[in-house]
T-cell receptor
Framework: DAGITQSPRHKVTETGTPVTLRCHQTENHRYMYWYRQDPGHGLRLIHYSYGVKDTDKGEVSDGYSVSRSKTEDFLLTLESATSSQTSVYFC?????????????FGQGTRLTVV | GDSVTQMEGPVTLSEEAFLTINCTYTATGYPSLFWYVQYPGEGLQLLLKATKADDKGSNKGFEATYRKETTSFHLEKGSVQVSDSAVYFCALVDPGSARQLTFGSGTQLTVLP
């Protein structure tokens, strides 16, 4: 357990509303990631962070923004939610163990946009 | 760019059957390879890993061998149990990629008693 907590765990929101998902970690990891999981697509990277205020886009970043003002928190914001953003969102951290990068995941947030 | 291709699912087996889930990859560098497992309602957990050619990762009776010549990392288990029912993801990390994992699409395994 890498001390990763996601909140909320479930959310239903209406199309066009803003939504923020939170990822909190307790072990001072530098790298944090947001993925979305959809049937037939596996996990796809939305955004990642390599330090406070240092973020970059992933494969499916359109419609999403992120912020990292503290090491322990990585926020994912949907500025104006759409039905195509209904998904399960996972936060992850990575660390190097014996020279090998390993990722550890939160429990996920199930978001439904109606 | 990097990519991972997994066999299509779902896969349904009887308890004690032999399991193979195929995984092949494309990478620009010399990646590390992983299998992750996701039980219902949970996040992903690392199942096993391999970092160089001919390495064999193993855990909980599962095995996978890093085959550079065929760019493959197939997951195997000799005798599956009902508790192995889950979704399995093959993934890679390219050394030059800011530690980003690239995942396959996942394979749903159901084991029947």
């Amino acid at each position: 357990d890498a001390g990763i907590t996601q909140s909320p765990r479930h959310k239903v929101t209406e199309t066009g509303t803003p939504v923020t998902l939170r990822c909190h970690q307790t072990e001072n990891h530098r790298y944090m990631y947001w993925y979305r999981q959809d049937p037939g697509h596996g996990l796809r990277l939305i955004h990642y962070s390599y330090g406070v205020k240092d973020t970059d886009k992933g494969e499916v970043s359109d419609g999403y923004s992120v912020s990292r003002s503290k090491t322990e928190d990585f926020l994912l914001t949907l500025e104006s939610a759409t039905s195509s953003q209904t998904s399960v969102y996972f936060c992850a951290i990575s660390e190097k163990q014996q020279g090998v990068t390993e990722a550890f995941f939160g429990q996920g947030t199930r978001l439904t946009v109606v | 760019g990097d990519s991972v291709t997994q066999m299509e699912g779902p896969v349904t087996l009887s308890e004690e059957a032999f399991l193979t889930i195929n995984c092949t990859y494309t990478a620009t560098g010399y990646p590390s390879l992983f299998w992750y497992v996701q039980y219902p309602g949970e996040g992903l957990q690392l199942l096993l890993k391999a970092t160089k050619a001919d390495d064999k990762g193993s855990n909980k009776g599962f095995e996978a061998t890093y085959r550079k010549e065929t760019t493959s990392f197939h997951l195997e288990k000799g005798s599956v149990q009902v508790s192995d029912s889950a979704v399995y993801f093959c993934a890679l990390v390219d050394p030059g990629s800011a530690r980003q994992l690239t995942f396959g699409s996942g394979t749903q395994l159901t084991v029947l008693p």
